[in-house]
Structures are given as structure tokens and as C-alpha cells.
């Protein structure tokens, strides 16, 4: 892509292609940089692993944002209509992990008072701990600019070969005109608003007179919530000569014991549904007079206390199924 992208810079005539090409060639440098890096962190974490360190696995989250940036112009400016038109391409590149996204391109002038991003951004598998980085690029969508020849046109091996290549490029050239980070503890309903630190002062050429903060939505969902985390063959019931076997699926708020797997793959309604909540009591025990292995899950249910008894087929399952409830309940926790 970033081969296709230099080339398709090289030979734009037209002012808009050339802004399109940049801007591709700057999100393909931006994923290289940021694969590079995971590259390391996964060499890290295998000697680690190799010198007996255990990392620990995380909640995954489902995370989206869509945004806008609002303008200050002087009054002369957007009211009175006069001084120089200015006018700057702009888009931003959003950034987790190595999953990396660019809005589309905004021509910007004193005719608008917010930059609006129409795109709602969504990032897969993110951990608790993510940190969304959101870079606002401008460059001026009116100066001269002329098709000229590119430098070498292979892939660079390395991120400072990358660097060198993205400041050598001939055609418009972005700019980074202001930044944020955005955390696990930025999510909350509706839109809301977050300081930008600014990297352009007012004589730039690609400036835009930001107010300095922007306005946007981020809404995480934890993938326990929609997709199965456990399933599995269980015995439901206290009575050990009258248990029911079911085909138990954890997923979000609920274990859904059905009949059979082929109920469940037939989309049946499942035989019982066990609440499980943040607040759900799971403890692992043996019974007698078979020592079987056995879950006694304590949850609410239609605002009454209920309870459970699963058993399991061997230990290993014991272990599996505890496991998984104990975690289920600690994301939920922290969802």
C-alpha cells in the first residue's frame, strides 16, 4: 500500500489527488511504525516467557468514537468575510495499538465553525489498558505544488527509514496540528469534551484557530458481553440421582443451559437461563459420597435470591469452569 501510495503521489496532477496520496502515504507509514513496534513488544514478551515470566491475560473490549473539533476564527474573519481566504485539508489518524484509522479529508475554511468528522471509528480487541491516541493532520489546500519525482520507492525495513522517506516527499505535506490520548476512563454516554495539545503556532502555514479541546463519543463494550467465553457439557441439579445433563454457554449476563448443543446450534430457547452478574457468588467444592466436582453459583434473579449446582464431568472441567465464572465476573466488574 505504501508502495502504490508513493507512486500514486508521483504522478497526481491535480491538487485534490495529491492531498488524498499524502494522506494515504502518512496512514501506511503511521501502520508500518506501529507494527514494528508490536514486533518488538512480541520479542520482549517471548524472552520473557523463556526466563519464567507469566503475563497475565486481559479483557478485551470492542471501542468506538466518532468526533468534532470546534473553530475559533476572529470576528473580521467569519463574520466580516475579510483578510486572506484560508483554507487547509484536514484528517486525523486514530490510533490503538496496532490497529490505526484515518478519517476522510475535510477542506476546512472560515465558512465553518467546527471540523465534523462523519466516521465513527471502531477498534476490535482492545485491552482494558488501551490508550486511543487521536492526531489531527492539516496541510494548506492553496499553496503551488508540482508532481516531481519520488525518492527510492521501496518498502523501508525499518521505522527511521520511514521517517526520512515521509519528510523527503514531493506534493502537499501534512502537519501535525494538535493531539490527545483518550483512556478506559474517557468512556461515558453522549459526547463530551477533551483537551487537545496543540503542535502549530498561529504562523503556519497550515494553523487553523482551534479552540483547543474536541467533542467526542467513546463507547467501549467488553467482548465477554457478545460472544460465548465458556460452553460445555454440565450436570444440573443438587440431587445427585436426579441431575439433568445440559449444554451450558456462558455469554454476557447469563449461562444458558440447553438441552442439548444441537438446540442450541438450532437456535432453540435455551432450558434455563442462570443470571450472572458483578455480583454473583461462585465457589468450587467436592461432594460426597463421590467426591464429583461441583459449582454453587448464588445470583439474583428477578430480584430474588436463587441458586445453582453444577457439576462437572472431570476436574479439568472443575478447574475450566471456575476459572472462566471467576474472570467472567471480574470483567464484568470492570466494564
Known sequence: MREGASKLLAACSQREQALEASKSLLT??????????????????????RMGHRSEGVQGYIV???????????????????GELHRCAVF????????????????????LTDICFEDTIIFNEVGPEFQLCVELYSSCAVEDFSPGV????????????????????????????????????????????????????EDSPFWLPLYGNMCCR?????????????????KLGEDL???????????GQSLLCYQSQEDLESEDKPLLVIPIKKDTLVCAF??????SQSIYISTQSQGEDVAYTLTMHTPEDMQYWTKALWQHIYNMSKG
Open 28 to 49: 501506511c507509514n503511521a501502520r508500518i511504525l506501529a507494527l514494528l513496534s508490536q514486533l518488538q513488544r512480541m520479542r520482549k514478551a517471548q524472552i520473557l516467557k
Open 64 to 82: 468506538c468514537m466518532d468526533l468534532r473539533i470546534p473553530l475559533m476564527w476572529k470576528d473580521s474573519e467569519y463574520f466580516k468575510n475579510k
Open 92 to 111: 486525523c489518524l486514530l490510533q490503538c495499538g496496532t490497529e490505526i484509522y484515518d478519517t476522510d479529508l475535510v477542506i476546512v475554511d472560515r465558512t
Open 150 to 201: 519520488l525518492g527510492p520507492r521501496r518498502a523501508s525495513s525499518s521505522g527511521k527509514k520511514i521517517r526520512e522517506a515521509e519528510h523527503g516527499n514531493v506534493g502537499p505535506k501534512y502537519n501535525l496540528l494538535a493531539h490527545t490520548t483518550l483512556r478506559i476512563e474517557n468512556v461515558q454516554e453522549g459526547f463530551k469534551t477533551h483537551d487537545l495539545s496543540l503542535a502549530a503556532a
Open 218 to 234: 467513546v463507547v467501549a463494550q467488553p467482548l465477554c458481553m457478545i460472544q460465548p467465553v465458556i460452553s460445555g457439557q454440565l
Open 241 to 251: 440421582n436426579c441431575q439433568e445433563n445440559v449444554y451450558g454457554v456462558l455469554r
Open 286 to 291: 467436592k461432594r460426597d459420597p463421590d467426591n
